[in-house]
């Protein structure tokens, strides 16, 4: 028995889930992109008849099988990490996850492998209807599964619609519908689907150029980069506003994350939303921390107070508001919410000492204590905060939360102006001469994908220390285990994945080497 | 009945042909899947990744009583 977790076993387990996350997530965005864009592709063939857009829809069906086949199932290793690595986060919030996760499952098995086999299976076997039916059902399957993932990943940033049972250990959910359409999930779920389908358009726009520049399957290629080039300036800007829609909810539930995107650390009225910045270190510290100041910055005056206060006047809290609090604003200071969190505490193992001592009517006083939504609401919400040390703990990596998110919104505004110049160029009919453009939109294929990444990288580190927000500490959350068996698994993921990412990209080149069938 | 096998075959020869008539990047990805899948569900799910508290623990009462020791008792990373 291993009487105390090592800060290596954390930061092992963490890079292990990281690891397993990032890669597997180089495969899903893929997947619920191209496969509307195979929907409507094959819509367009259903409504006109041509032949040559059920080529294409063929030739972008078979690099969506490949993604598709090569990204199957890597999830399931994050569920072994649960676990394996986090039993106590996992056995801590069992409850809530497994309805979305068992729905996901479902849907998952269900819509997505029989309708994908009939799409691969099915030209010519079925009708033309019923094919067209199933590559729809795949798309909205697909994004339906991660609906339930993002849905149970949502409940970690924003934890709604539970009670905690002290018997068991257990978050039990009491409301479906609040886990569902908590505001945190139903942001996630349209900005995370919607980089999705951006995602896959730049892959569409991305190889239709290379096409293009090599002056091959123009007719194919032109009509590739129309349709990936609106879907993807729609996805964009839904991306954009899904994601503004995202930090405004931030701005409410968690708002040390929200100020550490902009490197906020004292809050102020007239608040500017940096466009472009760098952060140095300014000499000063909250307690063990160093605070950094924005360097250089291109700023929107006015615009962060305007986004989250509704005008120029609202004052924006800062990172020192939500440490040390502000009384005047009803901003509670970390060191309530440790108060709160060691009454909860402290009723709970009072709790469990009568349960061990056998005194029933104790045990049965202060269960019903812990029952009430007093306790639940009041006290219980704050647990987390027991585990805490010092106040400026509270705080993730401000760099990281200010780069990873200022590089995404950059990205985000370069992909808008990419399928806008797109669009324009095919209307004009000189996109084949601009070869500036083609080489362009071809290297910018993985820039979709860091931005989605940066993404991931914002919302899970820009929670820290929370592995559940409030509730419970990255740090409570990890199993004893040696750090040794994290690290072997960690080298065996790190293989396997760059294995079949290897595998991805050589089949998929040598499939837009060979080209579309004639 | 009879309607229910010639469903039951003609599904059955919808998969075989797919299978049979594969293409060569489908016959590979399909490899690299069954690979794929031995490596996570047969080496490291039953020699890496057994479930912690059902190895160590009987039933659901023991391990709910070590998670609240845990919650409630174990010393915090961040001291």
Redesign the interface.
Known sequence: MIDNIDLGLVDWSRAQFALTAIYHWLFVPLTLGLSFILAITETIYFKTGNEDWKRLTRFWMTLFGINFAIGVATGIILEFEFGTNWSNYSWFVGDIFGAPLAIEGILAFFLESTFVAVMFFGWNKVSKKFHLTSTWLVAIGANLSALWILVANAWMQNPVGMAFNPETARNEMVSFWAVLFNQVATDKFLHTISSGFLLASMFVVSISSWYLIRKREELMAKRSILVGAVFGLLSSLMVAYTGDESARTLAKVQPVKFASMEALFKGKSNAGLVAVGFLKDNGKKMGDRNIKDIAFSIKIPGLMSILTGGNTDSYVPGIEDHVFGNDSLGIMSVAEKKARGHYAKDILTSYQVAHRKNDTPQADSLKNVLLTSEYQDTYFRYFGYSSIDKPEDVVPDVSISFYSFHLMVILGFYFIMIFALAIHLLFKGTISKNKWFLWLALLSMPLPYLASELGWILAEMGRQPWIIQDLMTVSKGVSKITSGSVITTFILFAVLFTGLLISEVSIMVKQIKTGPKH | MGKLFSLMGRLFR??Y??FKNM?V??K???L??II??F???AI??VF???????RKYDN?KQ???Y?????????????
């Open positions: 919808f998969y042909d797919g293409s990047w489908g590979r990805v399909w690299i899947i794929k899948l490596i996570i569900l490291l799910k890496f990744f057994q479930d912690f508290l059902k659901d391990r709910s009583d998670v609240i020791e845990q919650l409630i008792n174990s010393p915090d990373n961040h001291d």
